[in-house]
Nanobody, 124 residues
Framework: QVQLVESGGGLVQAGGSLRLSCAASGRSTSGYAMGWFRQAPEKEREFVARINWSGSGTTYADSVKGRFTISRDNAKNTVYLQMNSLKPADTAIYYC?????????????????WGQGTQVTVSS
């Protein structure tokens, strides 16, 4: 079992930055791909970014490419999402997830463990 706890969310003005963290416990996640997803009110959960086990491979949704950066520190069992140039459209609950088998999918159904989420609100 893997437990994931996200932190770092909050209220920020448009153009600002936030850094989300996702700390894993219960089992090392260093061998697994991890991803960030988000869900806005009345919308489906959507892919944001993923990273492979070593950190050498990343993928981003087109909507965040060039503004968000996913990274990981396997020694700390933690994955990060640096979010710059935030827009009101980025307002959502952000979730991190672990994919036990695979290299990091963009589909939420391929992930095995999820955190409880952290709220990000961007004001205009």
């Amino acid at each position: 079992q893997v437990q994931l706890v996200e932190s770092g969310g909050g209220l920020v003005q448009a153009g600002g930055s936030l850094r989300l963290s996702c700390a894993a416990s219960g089992r090392s996640t260093s061998g697994y791909a991890m991803g960030w997803f988000r869900q806005a009110p009345e919308k489906e959960r959507e892919f944001v970014a993923r990273i492979n086990w070593s950190g050498s491979g990343t993928t981003y949704a087109d909507s965040v490419k060039g503004r968000f950066t996913i990274s990981r520190d396997n020694a700390k069992n933690t994955v990060y999402l640096q979010m710059n140039s935030l827009k009101p459209a980025d307002t959502a609950i952000y979730y991190c997830a672990v994919q036990v088998r695979g290299y990091g999918s963009t589909s939420s159904g391929d992930y095995d463990y999820w955190g409880q989420g952290t709220q990000v609100t961007v004001s205009s």
